[in-house]
């Protein structure tokens, strides 16, 4: 059963930093190219950051670059999302996502708010 489980959301103030986790299981995680998406409120779902599988190249939206870092750690099937310098719009729910060829996984998604 494949699972993709997000952790480390939360409140934190403007400026602040968090690190969120994504657990994954029943698939085999080192395959697989890795991203983050949020969702704000009344927005679509937009892309965050990614990771590759061969060679952990990574790739970032604009409105994150210098301020997040994906990684991943294959030996414990867990891919992480540093975000620092934190501001109100980054508040939304972070989704986890795992990519191979025509295969797509979503974990549930963990709620990240940036607030004074």
């Known amino acids: 059963q494949v699972q993709l489980v997000e952790s480390g959301g939360g409140l934190v103030q403007p400026g602040g930093s968090l690190r969120l986790s994504c657990a994954a299981s029943?698939?085999?995680?080192?395959?697989?190219?890795m991203s983050w998406y949020r969702q704000a409120p009344g927005k679509e779902r937009e892309f965050v950051a990614t990771i590759s599988s061969v060679d952990s190249t990574t790739t970032y939206a604009d409105s994150v670059k210098g301020r997040f870092t994906i990684s991943r750690d294959n030996a414990k099937n867990t891919v992480y999302l540093q975000m620092d310098s934190l501001k109100p719009e980054d508040t939304a729910v972070y989704y986890c996502?795992?990519?191979?060829?025509?295969?797509?996984?979503w974990g549930q998604g963990t709620q990240v708010t940036v607030s004074s």
């Open positions: 029943g698939f085999t995680f080192s395959i697989y190219a």
């Open positions: 996502n795992a990519r191979w060829a025509t295969l797509r996984y």
